[in-house]
């Protein structure tokens, strides 16, 4: 044991095993969001079309859409300027998989909300913050190209969701199975 870590009280020893505060409310905010997108977007699907509590859920849908592109833009600014730092508690295989994975489900939610924005232009729609403020528009409407887009945004939510439950499964396997502290990590501070 290094003599710095020697003299560390035992909550610095256990703090320095975890993210710091910010990178996990981010985690659990995303987290959060991504699943209620997800399902207000599959519940309004099941609705019929004009109904109120569709149009309700669809303008939900855009206004957490809004938040969430919000969060993740602070999320990757407080990433790449140096939030988030932790020693690595995987090597090998297993940190080249979690790293794969951690891009692969931040480079679909980037094209996801990319998808969101062209979707609601391309369909020339009102877009707007709960009735707070509007997003303008940077594209005229087109609506045959608003069907490409609604569909990629479509399958593009399903493979996060799937990706995303993989994600919490793998946690919950370190947890119980491998009995390390990769979930623990992320939890919020006790």
Known sequence: MALDQAAAPP???ADASRYDRLTISLHWLTALLVVA????AYVWNALPHGTPMRKSLQAIHISLGLLFTVAFI??????????RRLA??????TSVLSKGMHWLLYGLLIA???LGFLLRWAQGEPF??????S???????????????EWLHNDAAWIIIVLAAGHA??????????????????????
């Open 169 to 190: 499964l793998a946690a919950l396997a370190h947890h119980y199975f491998l009995r390390d502290s990769v979930l623990k990590r992320m939890l919020p501070h006790g």
């Open 88 to 93: 690595p508690a995987e090597a090998g295989i």
């Open 37 to 40: 997108l997800f399902a207000a």
């Open 74 to 83: 602070v999320r990757l600014v407080w990433r790449s300027s140096g939030g």
């Open 112 to 114: 996801q909300m990319v």
């Open 135 to 149: 997003v303008p528009s940077l594209l005229a409407p087109d609506k045959p190209l608003s069907k490409t887009y």
């Open 128 to 133: 707007s913050f709960f009735g707070l403020f």
């Open 11 to 13: 909550r610095a020893l």
